[in-house]
Each structure stands twice: as C-alpha cells, then as structure tokens.
C-alpha cells in the first residue's frame, strides 16, 4: 500500500463528506476510493470514519490522524519542492476559482501570461459568484472580491476595485448630467441584483458625509456584463466595478458622474486554506497576479488619464 497515496485519498474524502465526490475530485473510481480508505484503516488497525447511508463523518481518531495527515503531507510536498525544481517549475493542476464577471473579462488574458511562464501547470477554471467552499470543492485558490473575509482562510490582498458611477454620452445628452446623488431619482438607473445591498439604494460619500438615494429605472439584473451593455446602449446610469467597465471609461464610451462622491470601495484578494506550507503552484499564482495587478490594477488607467487632464 501507498501510505502517502492513501492519506491523500484519506484527506479528500474526509473533506467532501463522500466517496463519490472525493473519487470524482481525484479522478479515481468510487470503489478504487473506498477501497484506499479501507486498506489504510486495516494497516492502521483503527476506524477513521463512521458511514452510514446517508452521511460520512470522521471518528475521533480520524479527527486526530487527519490534521497530522495535514502536517505530513505538507512537509512532503515542501521537501519534494525543494529538492527539485517544482518551486521554479510548478506542475499538476491548480484549481481556481473567480467571480464571473472578472473571470469573463480580465481572467483569460492573465492566465494566458500565467501559463506561459509555467507550462507544466493545468489551470482548473470555475467561474461562480457564490462563496465556493475551498475544502468542500477541492478549490486550491479563489479569487474574492470583498470588504471582509472568512478569518480561517489565509488571503492575499491584489488590488482595490473601485465602483463607477457612469453613463454613456447619448444618455447624458438626453437626460442631462446629475451633480449630486439626489438627482439621480429623475434618471435612469440601471440596478444590480445579484449583491447583500438593496438595488434600489445607491450609497455615497461626499463632502458633506455618507448619504443615500432611492433609484429606478427600466433594467435590473444579476449580471454586470448585462447591466454594461444596457448603459452603452444609452440605457440609463450604471454603477459597476471599474474591471468591468474601465475600457469603456478610457475610450469615452462610457463616462464617469458625480466626482466629488464616492461609492464603496472592495478590495480583491487571492484566499486559500489555511495551511502550515503553501504549495508552489498557489505561491507562483499569487505572485503572478501581485505583479500583473498592483496599485493601481491596469483596468484603472483611465483614471489616471482623468486626473492629468
């Protein structure tokens, strides 16, 4: 028997709860799987986990195998990285996942650069806008865009995101430019759906301090791409994060309002489990999006162009 094959396989069927789920992640068949788990709990004379038909939990002496099962392993894939040219060559799959709209406009292009300089590396890509549980999905990294992160995980942070407030020219000729966020109750808002925030209330900060408005307009959507397309169209008034929209901005497609308020700002950070090691395919991913991205990201060219001006 393999012991290191056998705590892996072990390790992933602990942290999906399920044969079939870790036999699916591992690329193994389910009875190949349950059979790993077998042979290791007969070597070690001890029962690591309690199955029943419907559910699968570790034992008390699972529990305790299983985070020195973790040390281990780590260690090992640390010495093999070390002693061989992983750490400047990573190789196997990473699993990675991002929020959809960031990974449909920027993603592609960063990991082209990505995987040109690491060519052994598979790159495993989901795009959800749920919080994808990392252990549970046997998600090596996400990316995460946010004001505040679950405390287990250990995060990086990549770069700020800024939320714009624009509209295309036509629009504004139409309808007239707002100066303040109460007059954006007489336009067209064009409202994301898919936030913990209310649509309908548009938050901002200003000289005179924090103040909200109530907006309405003719589209609502759970997609930012949709919700970009429509104010390009001369919909109305969007508020989307400049990684989506920046282009548009620096080409005068769309134009930015309200200067002197601000709409929240998020910060994107690359999280992973808690581990003692970091393997070396996450460490050369972080690293690479630390040096592509930095302050600010080149989505926010523009405004650098609109301070200069």
């Known amino acids: 028997m393999d012991r290191i094959a056998a705590m ?9 709860g399920s044969f079939v789920r870790a036999a699916e992640q591992l690329g193994l068949s389910t009875t190949a ?24 939990s570790l034992t008390d002496t699972g529990r305790g195998y299983f985070e020195r099962c973790e040390s281990i392993l780590a260690e090992v894939e640390e010495a093999e990285a070390q002693a061989g040219q992983q750490a400047l060559n990573p190789t196997g799959i990473l699993r990675l996942s991002a929020p959809i709209a960031f ?21 495993d890509v989901t795009l959800a ?7 549970e999905d046997g998600i090596d990294l996400a990316l995460r865009i946010a004001t505040e992160l679950d ?63 109530m907006v309405d307009g003719g589209w609502r959507a759970n997609s930012g791409d949709l919700l970009r397309m429509a104010a390009l169209a001369g919909e109305g008034i969007v508020c989307q994060p400049s990684f989506l929209i920046g282009e548009d901005l620096r080409l005068g497609r769309l134009v930015p309002l309200l200067p002197d308020y601000h709409l929240p700002e998020f910060t994107m950070y690359a999280v992973y489990p808690s581990r003692r090691h970091v393997s070396a395919k996450v460490r050369a991913f972080v690293d690479y999006m630390v040096s592509q991205l930095g302050d600010p990201p080149p989505w926010d060219a523009w405004m650098q162009e609109v301070v200069s001006a």
Do not use: K
Request: hydrophobic share 45%.
């Open 151 to 213: 405390p287990s995980l250990v995060a990086r942070r990549l770069a700020r995101v800024h939320i714009v407030i624009c509209a295309a020219p036509d629009y504004l000729a139409r309808s007239g430019i707002p100066r303040t966020p109460q007059d954006l109750a007489q336009h067209a808002c064009l409202q994301y759906t898919n936030s913990s925030r209310r649509s309908n209330e548009w938050i901002f900060d200003g000289p005179a301090g924090r103040e909200s408005v």
């Open 33 to 56: 799987t349950s059979r790993m788990v077998a042979e290791l709990e007969a070597h070690l004379g001890a029962r690591l986990l309690n199955r029943t038909t419907r559910s699968l």
């Open 129 to 135: 806008d749920r919080m994808v549980d990392l252990v």
């Open 8 to 16: 892996q396989v072990f390790m992933r069927v602990a942290e999906a």
């Open 103 to 123: 990974g449909a406009e920027r993603l592609g292009n960063l990991l082209a650069g990505f995987r040109a300089r690491y060519p052994q590396l598979v790159v």
